[in-house]
């Protein structure tokens, strides 16, 4: 599929993620309209400092409100839906929210797209869905294991959009991050967490566990898998990982950002952090062949080349960040 021209909506669009796929879907041509969650202040969340703003149409609404999403499809022949509650930690504490965002939210955009017809929806999933590996490198074909009521509301609605898909033959791809990381990431991650708390000065560093792995995917490299997955026939009815194959542990990670910051500092384990036992992923590393099998992406940036960008944006937008205070 050829997306330029294509009139395309993003959900999600004012988050990490999406603000970076908005960015880049606007510059390969396509007419865009972004997704954004209905507030009080009409704050459009990090498309209120891109340069393409004025470039893109601005929806407002919420994803759990059917009549808000029949509306924002109007008119749109690709969907990206990204719109999600993300933090683990928060979802121990409000798992119906999730529900309701991540589940019912899922469901309308998938009714709503089948009413109208649309030609591609793309449907977030996240590696969270494995759990702890029972091998590796993970492919598609893994048992999901919802480790918290996070990974469970994803799982949910992964299976929601297959059962669309083989019910109702919608043209149906799920793209499948495994852990994203760059400019504008949430301090509730590890590596903003990281820099961000070594940028303010702190000597010491408050984190949680460091000795699971994870497989670290720059959001450029992200946002082009979630391209290449719309623009190919043979993802359509399939579940796609997007990662580098690349795994290290938290502790390596803090290490190496340390050395690229060039500051000395003490690692505290907060235990807040720490997730419960049974909860915590404690291995993620990617099998990517099948992404690069049907598709044209492969991982442009390495770790170091992302951290070192991640880390010069951080610098220059410290402001937007509260280190000293942990994000639930």
């Given at each position: 599929m050829d997306l330029?021209?294509?009139?395309?909506?993003?959900?999600?669009?004012?988050?990490?993620?999406?603000?970076?796929?908005?960015?880049?879907?606007?510059?390969?041509?396509?007419?865009?309209?972004?997704?954004?969650?209905?507030?009080?202040?009409?704050?459009?969340?990090?498309?209120?400092?891109?340069?393409?703003?004025?470039?893109?149409?601005?929806?407002?609404?919420?994803?759990?409100?059917?009549?808000?999403?029949?509306?924002?499809?109007?008119?749109?022949?690709?969907?990206?839906?990204?719109?999600?509650?993300?933090?683990?930690?928060?979802?121990y504490k409000?798992?119906?929210?999730?529900?309701?965002?991540?589940?019912?939210?899922?469901?309308?955009?998938?009714?709503?797209?089948?009413?109208?017809?649309?030609?591609?929806?793309?449907?977030?999933?996240?590696?969270?869905?494995?759990?702890?590996?029972?091998?590796?490198?993970?492919?598609?074909?893994?048992?999901?294991?919802?480790?918290?009521?996070?990974s469970a509301s994803k799982i949910a609605a992964d299976q929601l959009a297959i059962s669309y898909h083989r019910s109702f033959e919608m043209p149906i791809a799920i793209a499948r991050p495994f852990n994203t990381y760059g400019p504008r990431q949430s301090a509730r991650a590890i590596i903003p967490t990281i820099i961000t708390q070594i940028l303010n000065?702190?000597?010491?560093?408050?984190?949680?566990?460091?000795?699971?792995?994870?497989?670290?995917?720059?959001v450029k490299d992200t946002v082009n898998g979630f391209i290449e997955i719309a623009k190919s026939q043979e993802t359509i009815g399939e579940v796609t990982n997007i990662g580098s194959n690349y795994e290290i542990s938290m502790q390596d990670t803090v290490d190496l950002i340390i050395e690229l910051i060039g500051e000395e500092v003490e690692i505290l384990t907060d235990e807040k952090r720490v997730r419960p036992d049974k909860s915590e992923v404690?291995?993620?590393?990617?099998?990517?062949?099948?992404?690069?099998?049907?598709?044209?992406?492969?991982?442009?940036?390495?770790?170091e080349e992302g951290l070192q960008e991640t880390i010069n944006w951080v610098s220059n937008n410290l402001h937007f960040y509260k280190p000293e205070i942990y994000n639930v």
């Open positions: 330029t021209d294509k009139k395309v909506l993003i959900t999600g669009s004012s988050g990490f993620i999406g603000s970076h796929l908005t960015e880049k879907l606007v510059k390969l041509g396509c007419n865009v309209r972004a997704f954004v969650k209905y507030n009080f202040k009409n704050d459009w969340g990090w498309l209120e400092h891109s340069e393409v703003k004025d470039e893109v149409e601005v929806y407002t609404g919420d994803i759990r409100d059917y009549d808000a999403v029949y509306d924002a499809l109007d008119g749109v022949d690709v969907v990206f839906h990204l719109a999600a509650l993300i933090g683990i930690p928060y979802s409000s798992p119906l929210a999730y529900i309701k965002t991540n589940v019912e939210g899922t469901y309308n955009i998938l009714q709503v797209s089948r009413q109208r017809e649309l030609e591609k929806v793309i449907i977030t999933s996240t590696s969270e869905t494995y759990g702890t590996a029972q091998y590796v490198p993970i492919d598609e074909e893994h048992p999901l294991v919802g480790q918290s009521p996070y000065g702190q000597k010491e560093i408050k984190l949680g566990n460091l000795s699971p792995t994870r497989d670290f995917n720059y404690d291995r993620l590393l990617c099998n990517n062949s099948k992404i690069k099998k049907i598709t044209n992406w492969k991982p442009r940036y390495t770790l």
